[in-house]
């Protein structure tokens, strides 16, 4: 799709060739993740996360399906259809249970590392912003459909966490309140609401796979980053995707389900609250009302803003939460520095490394019990997101020098022997071994 | 004039070098950090001008005990005669206010129960007292029979109003995922049963007015130290084990406790058996897997030994060089 040199499409039965002409779906793919389409030959451990979070949509969709079918989205019946009927009648119910339910987390587990590794190495800037954006779409939504995703169950946490994450709407004057009961069909979270969020618990997944094409789609035109940064500049510089990259990530993946499985088998409630076990009661509020894990740096900086300045402190809250994200469809106007990858920039990397912690610690905050010590550490944690993305960012390309980048993708990885690297699709042979045929 | 727009005017010609997005982004930025800021000195103004009083709840509520259960682990499997006593402990003390909707008479074979046992265990009125709801077949009118294998555990009260007006107005929950839905799961629940203690006088000395009030019971395992439930398990003895084992009120717990993951987790036992294979099948894999991306990539990735200026080990040399004479890069 995307250089000159990327192999075409050769139909190698006559079936194939009478589908390509007609339907040229085969052609699609092997344009897209087969050999047709050319990668950087250096990509790094960080690049598989991509591929991985497409492997965890797949799985959360599968398992998501069947869990519908044993599921009632009614007050009366939700808590029940999944701890009873799910967990105990359903054959194999448990474990469709845990695998959606640690799915969720695995799925926002390896999505935070490809998006640190796109802000590491410079992912969003040109020509890539809007395989960025689109990814920022495809994140929003699965926070929305995670969210209504933990409302299911009608525990306690399901309840109460629904009541909060409306209650966001509340704090905008005027239009606040009328947004919020029309959100959720009532005053309070109720029939109506479980309802509506559960069928649209069961869209957003298709929707997210519709914009994940998009975000793959943008992302085919100017070709995979790299870790150097630097563009790729001849055919020594790639290697096809298939078979080079399909067996990377296809032991890289085999791996991480592995930690996956070990997290659903042996400690499935780990990463989640007990509290959800108790079934939804609007009379008896939880001593800490907590969401997800993976929603907790957001619920830090919510909570952080506690004095009422101009606005009503749960205004700035709100806004502060939802500019964090929205913050980040910025970024390639934010960062102008001309060099992409944080392994050339000195000071970047620095600032860098100070971001990871502090969304660690924002996530340390925003899952502990209300206590004056971790507020205020919440606040400097807070603070320091904003700045680190609207300050320090723009500021740092005045101050910084950064490393000499390497003239060529294959002189980073080739070192001095560029010129003897042989180009893929080529048979050598090398330290004694029989010829290999690399690239077939 | 001209000295007030001076400033505004350096101001604007600063945004205009700066770009539009990051003036946006410096003022938005800046802003929040300034209105955190605010909150921060002025919860540490509060803090320091009139201190939190401390609590009786913080200060005397203790962690769990420690409890090992044969169920533990990822090779944890129930230990039957435990659950046995369990459910034994369950059907004679707690079930005479804790209901356990979730789980049926028929689960009971998990416990090695054999159908003959279970159906005399639920309906004989022998152990299991509670009859479940009915109607009479003839009139139509609201009656009770004795439960059925295919039952669930019928509770002790029909209703949460019934519940509570026996209850001095506290509910006791339903006991089914009792050991998933608290912090510490069985251990709180074993901490909780052996944890009553009269009120230390050091607590009422520092805390006059936190007095356990009638009706409640100090227990410093729970969250706010007065729980409503009396001591259930009292005196050893209390119940006599089938199978012969002292019944101390510490075996009682423990029992309880154990029995209490099953009803939670009747899976368990098929979850880390299956947990087990999936974890070979994924080791296997992943080493194919990793053999596999070896042999493709063996002639891509050439393992090339670096030499002169490009040498990592002179390059080290270099920068630390550039350092040491301050000069950039």
Known sequence: MSFSWAKPYEPTTPFMKWLDERLPLPRLVYGATGPG???????????????????????????GIVLAMHYYATGDG??????????????????????????ASFFFIVVYIHIFRG????????????????????????????????????????????????????????????IRIWLLGGYAPDQAALTRFFSLHYLLP?????????????????????????????????????????AKDGWFAAFFLLLYALVTFFVPNYLGHPDNYIPANPLATPAHIVPEWYFWPFYAILRSFTLDFILPAKLWGVLAMFSSILLLFFLPWLDKSPVRSGSYRPIFKRFFWLLVLDVLILGFVGGAPISPFRTALGQIAAAYYFLHFLVILPLIVKYETPLPLPDSISSSVLHGEAAEAAPAGQTTKRRGSSAVAVAR | MGSILAFPAAVLAYFARMGWVRSIALFVGGGFAFVLLYSMVGNAWTY???????????????????????????????????????????????SACHSLKLVSFRDLKDLGYNEAEIKAYAGSGKQWKIEVPSINPETGEATTRKALPSDNF?????????????????????????????????????????????QPAELLKKFPDAKTP???????????????????????????????????VDQMAKDVSAFLVWTAEPNLERRHAAGFWVTIFLLFASVLAYLAYRQVWHDA?????????????????????????????
């Open chain 1, 78 to 103: 939700a808590f029940n259809s999944v701890n009873q009927l799910i967990m105990r009648d359903v054959n194999g119910g448990w474990f469709l249970r845990y695998a959606h339910m640690n799915g």
């Open chain 1, 206 to 246: 298709f929707v997210i796979a519709g914009v994940v094409i998009l975000h793959i789609w943008a992302l085919h035109i100017p070709g995979s980053g790299n870790p150097t940064g630097v563009d790729v500049k001849s055919e020594k510089d790639t290697l096809p995707f298939h078979p080079f990259y399909t």
């Open chain 2, 214 to 248: 009638a009706n409640l019971h100090y227990n410093p395992y729970f969250a706010n130290l007065n729980l409503a439930m009396p001591p259930p398990l009292s005196t050893d003895g209390q119940v006599t084990y089938a199978d012969g084992t002292k019944a101390s």
């Open chain 1, 37 to 63: 389409y050319p990668v950087p030959r250096n990509l790094n451990a960080w690049w598989n996360f991509g591929v991985l979070s497409a492997i965890f949509l797949g799985i959360q969709i599968v398992t």
């Open chain 2, 154 to 198: 019928p509770g002790p009260f029909p209703n949460e109003t019934a519940a509570r007006a026996a209850n001095n107005n506290a509910l006791p929950p339903d006991l089914s995922l009792i050991t998933k839905s608290r912090e510490g799961g069985a251990a709180y629940v074993y901490s909780l049963l052996t944890g009553y203690q009269n």
């Open chain 1, 119 to 178: 802000l590491f190495y410079g992912s969003y800037k040109a020509p890539r912003e809007l395989v960025w954006m689109l990814g920022l779409v495809i994140y929003l939504l699965m926070m929305a459909t995670a969210f209504m995703g933990y409302v299911l169950p009608w525990g306690q946490m399901s309840y109460w966490g629904a009541q909060v994450i409306t209650g966001f709407f509340s704090a905008f004057p005027v239009v606040g309140d009328p």
């Open chain 2, 48 to 94: 320091f001008d009139s201190p939190p009083a401390p609590q009786a709840a913080e200060e005397f509520h203790k962690e769990h005990k420690h409890l090992a259960l044969k169920s533990d682990g990822p090779f944890g499997k129930f230990d039957k005669a435990q659950l046995q006593r369990g459910l034994q402990v369950y059907t004679e003390v707690c």
């Open chain 2, 301 to 329: 990735k050439r393992q090339v030994v670096v030499t002169g200026a490009l040498d990592p080990a002179n390059q080290a040399k270099t920068r630390k060089a550039k350092a040491k004479a301050g000069v950039a890069g």
